[in-house]
């Protein structure tokens, strides 16, 4: 058969990792920086440094390979094809690139890389963004699954489970604070990894944390986009996964991946790090009883958000009505013929509107501050599954999107905000004729990158837009509240809303001000900021290195719990 190499994309492909890999094992940089388009972008996950780092344009991109990469250094660079990634086409804008995966070596890691490419003026295809990431240290690879016989099968797995698991609890080298989704994938990557993980969960049972929220949460992603490292869903799973449903899954994730949590269990009084010895000293009460461990290193997976917020308003004496976060929002019924305010308009904030609505409050209104970033329900799942395609494993969405720098994503999105805007045109028409004030996300780059940036200031709709827009939940916009009256709630401009109940739904602390609680002010200080975006795009304090030794932050979503748990376990 023969190709075309400007139209069979594996000829393509190959053409430039041929040049990239020689110019790589040599070390040639000036070759390397010639095979990026003068924009393109470098992602390096742990090959050259033991951090992330992202490099726009190759003046940056030439500087780190000259600071970082030796003749030698990477070797036996390949193309790497399975059932679900070869070189194919994908858009860009009015233009098609060209996207490759490929696999490499270094004296002491195994990588993997994903490179897109696109033409440049001349007809030569370039790269646009690179990304390297370590897959597994040498002497330290990821075990796939066991044999399942034990001791030339005199061993039960029952007395083999039990004697890990007592060495577990005995002598953990790793502490993990929290047996939510990321929690518990870290303590599957360790178990795959060889080590020893103990996880500690404050209340009864894993999943309470999905439990004890508002009845109708479901999440607002596919369940591709929301699967669980090792143990993804069968295919009879609803697509929007019910908060209870995932949280037996969490408790069944324990047992099939065979973790070991203590729950209700918290850390008791301040924990002490042994510069000397590198290993703390931590007391935890289990079930009322003290018991101390000495791990080497301890992770604080209790989430991005810390606790939540409502804010000190004076007047709160003379309100007759009741005063609720919405983290703790158990559903509308004993709400049925009050006059209900909702303070906020976020992702919860629209949930419980919605559910008051259904449950026949007398009135529910939303009050919004500034403006709040939308996008229709069935728009966010069609652009979800671009990426994780139901029919695939969520793995090949995974190594799309981490492969992909956030910075690049935020100019990419940005040169489609007008399409943004026209895709949901109907519903944002009828929310602003409600009152209700749009943004487009950070410099009109939608709503994707503020997960990472803002971990909230936006909802995804699923039927709450069309009742403001008729008028079934209505608007309070653009001031805040500041007093309580006897009968409601007074506003900046003097306005007052009558008020049986106010629920407050306007977020959380940070996670930093639930470590200061367990770990001392002192300890806090030596870490930096978790979560958010740095200059170069890459995720703040969580997932990388926190400033205080064996102290780490593993807080985020899904893609990355997924994509970065083995990476914190490789640091």
Same mark, same amino acid.
Request: proline share 5%; net charge negative; hydrophobic share 40%.
């Given at each position: 058969?023969?190709?075309?190499?400007?139209?069979?994309?594996?000829?393509?492909?190959?053409?430039?990792?041929?040049?990239?890999?020689?110019?790589?094992?040599? /070390?040639?940089?000036?070759?390397?920086?010639?095979?990026?388009? =003068?924009?393109?972008?470098?992602?390096?996950?742990?090959?050259?440094?033991?951090?992330?780092?992202?490099?726009?344009?190759?003046?940056?991109?030439?500087?780190?390979?000259?600071?970082?990469?030796?003749?030698?250094?990477?070797?036996?660079?390949?193309?790497?094809?399975?059932?679900?990634?070869?070189?194919?086409?994908? !858009?860009?804008?009015?233009?098609?690139?060209?996207?490759?995966?490929?696999?490499?070596?270094?004296?002491?890691? @195994?990588?993997?890389?994903?490179?897109?490419?696109?033409?440049?003026?001349?007809?030569?295809?370039?790269?646009?963004s690179v990304c390297m990431f370590v897959a597994d240290?040498?002497?330290?690879?990821?075990?796939?699954?066991?044999?399942?016989?034990?001791?030339?099968?005199?061993? /039960?797995?029952?007395?083999?489970?039990?004697?890990?698991?007592?060495?577990?609890?005995?002598? !953990?080298?790793?502490?993990?604070?929290?047996?939510?989704?990321?929690?518990?994938?870290?303590?599957?990557?360790?178990?795959?990894?060889?080590?020893? /993980?103990?996880?500690?969960?404050?209340?009864?049972?894993?999943?309470?944390?999905?439990?004890?929220?508002?009845?109708?949460?479901?999440?607002?992603?596919?369940?591709?986009?929301?699967?669980?490292?090792?143990? !993804?869903?069968?295919?009879? #799973?609803?697509?929007?996964? =019910?908060?209870?449903?995932?949280?037996?899954?969490?408790?069944?994730?324990?047992?099939?991946?065979?973790?070991?949590?203590?729950?209700?269990?918290?850390?008791?009084?301040?924990?002490?790090?042994?510069?000397?010895?590198?290993?703390?000293?931590?007391?935890?009460?289990?079930?009322?009883?003290?018991?101390?461990?000495?791990?080497?290193? *301890?992770?604080?997976?209790?989430?991005?958000?810390?606790?939540?917020?409502?804010?000190?308003?004076?007047?709160?004496?003379?309100?007759?009505?009741?005063?609720?976060?919405?983290?703790?929002?158990?559903?509308?019924?004993?709400?049925?013929?009050?006059?209900?305010? *909702?303070?906020?308009?976020?992702?919860? /904030?629209?949930?419980?509107?919605?559910?008051?609505?259904?449950?026949?409050?007398?009135?529910?209104?939303?009050?919004?501050?500034?403006?709040?970033?939308?996008?229709?329900?069935?728009?966010?799942?069609?652009?979800?599954?671009?990426?994780?395609?139901?029919?695939? !494993?969520?793995?090949?969405?995974?190594?799309?999107?981490?492969?992909? =720098?956030?910075?690049?994503?935020?100019?990419?999105?940005?040169?489609?905000?007008?399409?943004?805007?026209?895709?949901?045109?109907?519903?944002?028409?009828?929310?602003?004729?409600?009152?209700?004030?749009?943004?487009?996300?950070?410099?009109?780059?939608?709503?994707?990158?503020?997960? #990472?940036?803002?971990?909230?200031?936006? #909802?995804?709709?699923?039927?709450?837009?069309?009742?403001?827009?008729?008028?079934?939940?209505?608007?309070?916009?653009?001031?805040?509240?500041?007093?309580?009256?006897?009968?409601?709630?007074?506003?900046?401009?003097?306005?007052?809303?009558?008020?049986?109940?106010?629920?407050?739904?306007?977020?959380?602390?940070?996670v930093r001000e639930v470590a200061k609680k367990i770990?001392?002010?002192?300890?806090?200080?030596r870490t930096g900021e978790v979560y958010g975006l740095?200059?170069?795009?890459?995720?703040?304090?969580?997932?990388?290195?926190?400033? @205080?030794?064996?102290?780490?932050?593993?807080?985020?979503?899904?893609?990355?719990?997924?994509?970065?748990?083995?990476?914190?376990?490789?640091?």
């Open positions: 058969m023969v190709h075309n190499s400007q139209t069979d994309p594996r000829v393509i492909a190959l053409a430039w990792l041929k040049q990239y890999g020689a110019a790589i094992l040599l /070390a040639d940089i000036p070759i390397i920086a010639s095979l990026f388009l =003068p924009h393109g972008w470098f992602r390096d996950v742990l090959t050259f440094t033991w951090d992330t780092r992202s490099l726009e344009g190759t003046d940056k991109i030439s500087a780190y390979f000259s600071e970082h990469l030796k003749p030698g250094y990477v070797s036996d660079m390949t193309l790497f094809e399975d059932l679900y990634i070869r070189p194919s086409f994908f !858009p860009v804008g009015p233009h098609s690139g060209v996207e490759v995966a490929f696999s490499y070596d270094t004296p002491i890691a @195994h990588g993997q890389g994903f490179a897109r490419l696109m033409e440049d003026g001349n007809g030569e295809w370039k790269a646009l240290l040498r002497g330290h690879e990821e075990t796939n699954y066991e044999l399942g016989i034990y001791g030339g099968h005199t061993l /039960a797995w029952a007395d083999v489970y039990a004697e890990r698991r007592a060495k577990i609890e005995s002598e !953990p080298q790793i502490l993990i604070v929290g047996a939510g989704q990321i929690g518990l994938m870290l303590a599957a990557v360790c178990k795959q990894m060889n080590l020893r /993980a103990l996880v500690i969960e404050r209340t009864e049972r894993v999943g309470d944390i999905w439990r004890q929220r508002y009845p109708t949460l479901a999440f607002h992603t596919t369940r591709r986009h929301h699967e669980m490292l090792y143990q !993804p869903y069968p295919p009879t #799973w609803p697509l929007f996964t =019910p908060k209870d449903k995932f949280a037996d899954w969490l408790e069944g994730y324990v047992k099939f991946q065979d973790l070991v949590v203590w729950t209700s269990s918290q850390i008791d009084g301040q924990p002490l790090y042994h510069d000397d010895a590198k290993r703390w000293d931590v007391t935890v009460r289990r079930n009322g009883k003290l018991v101390t461990v000495n791990p080497s290193h *301890v992770i604080i997976a209790t989430g991005v958000l810390g606790e939540a917020v409502i804010p000190v308003l004076p007047g709160k004496e003379l309100f007759s009505g009741s005063i609720l976060q919405g983290h703790y929002y158990q559903g509308g019924p004993s709400y049925a013929g009050q006059n209900v305010v *909702v303070v906020g308009a976020g992702n919860t /904030a629209i949930d419980i509107c919605q559910d008051l609505w259904f449950h026949k409050a007398k009135s529910v209104t939303m009050t919004q501050r500034s403006s709040t970033c939308i996008i229709a329900g069935e728009t966010a799942s069609r652009n979800i599954q671009r990426v994780w395609a139901d029919q695939e !494993p969520a793995a090949v969405g995974d190594l799309k999107f981490k492969t992909m =720098p956030l910075g690049l994503l935020r100019k990419l999105q940005q040169s489609r905000t007008q399409e943004m805007w026209d895709e949901d045109k109907e519903m944002f028409e009828g929310l602003q004729k409600a009152g209700l004030k749009l943004n487009m996300g950070p410099d009109g780059a939608g709503q994707l990158l503020m997960v #990472w940036e803002r971990c909230g200031g936006y #909802w995804v709709d699923k039927g709450g837009a069309k009742l403001i827009a008729n008028g079934g939940i209505k608007v309070k916009q653009g001031h805040e509240a500041t007093a309580y009256t006897k009968t409601g709630l007074q506003f900046a401009d003097g306005t007052e809303l009558e008020a049986d109940s106010v629920i407050f739904a306007i977020g959380y602390t940070n770990f001392g002010e002192e300890a806090i200080k740095d200059d170069e795009g890459e995720l703040k304090g969580s997932f990388r290195p926190s400033g @205080h030794p064996g102290l780490w932050f593993g807080s985020g979503e899904f893609i990355t719990g997924r994509t970065m748990a083995k990476q914190l376990k490789l640091v």
